[in-house]
């Protein structure tokens, strides 16, 4: 009898140790997703900076965020090398300027130019371009084929492979955990 106690003593101890492991292990895993979320967002938070008119178009690529412009520096040296004469048109956008651009073809006269009011410019997160040769900036079909395959090719996501209505040939921007691909023959550079 006594020793019966004992192992079930014993094995309530067990269990209860395995329970408060496994506790211990769930919370460790939680603190590194919150870490991690927390690494990835340093780069997209806004940076203090004021800019004269909110509704300017912004082309710098230092507006964007580190993995972005990485991106974009790459995309613009491989375009290049194959003759493809891109020109960088827009990068960090205000919340007001989306929100400006999105009632363009709503309440406003023009064209619509987009389908959001969250994009991933405000964010420091996406980039446009064009063609640089007046009078075809968004006319060449095959220009905005190729440079979406070597977006997507370097890990980025061009908005000409989105969804009909969606659809946005110039655009391009880098997923939320998305890495910098580099093909071969090329390396990051310093």
């Known amino acids: ?15 209860r140790n395995r329970k408060r492991r496994a506790f211990l292990g769930m919370m460790v895993l939680f603190v590194l997703m919150l870490l991690l979320l927390f690494l990835q967002n340093i780069g997209r938070a806004e940076q203090d900076v004021s800019f004269g008119n909110p509704l300017e178009r912004i082309s710098s690529l ?6 972005t412009r990485e991106a974009a520096e790459l995309f613009l040296r491989i375009a290049e090398e194959e003759g493809l004469p891109v020109l960088i048109t827009e990068t960090y956008r205000t919340q007001e300027r989306q929100e400006y651009l999105y009632e363009q073809g709503r309440s406003r006269p023009g064209q619509v130019v987009t389908w959001t009011k969250n994009s991933n410019h405000t964010k420091r997160n996406a980039f446009d371009i064009a063609k640089n040769v007046p009078g075809e900036e968004y006319s060449d079909l095959e220009f905005f084929r190729r440079c979406a395959e070597i977006g997507r090719e370097i890990g980025l996501s061009p908005g000409y492979y989105w969804e009909e209505g969606k659809r946005d040939m110039p655009h391009f921007e880098m997923p939320r955990f998305g ?12």
């Open 62 to 67: 230092e507006e964007l965020n580190h993995k």
């Open 1 to 15: 009898m006594q020793s019966e106690k004992m192992e079930r003593r014993k094995r309530e101890i067990r269990s």
């Open 179 to 190: 890495k910098v691909k580099y093909p071969e023959g090329y390396e990051r550079t310093p």
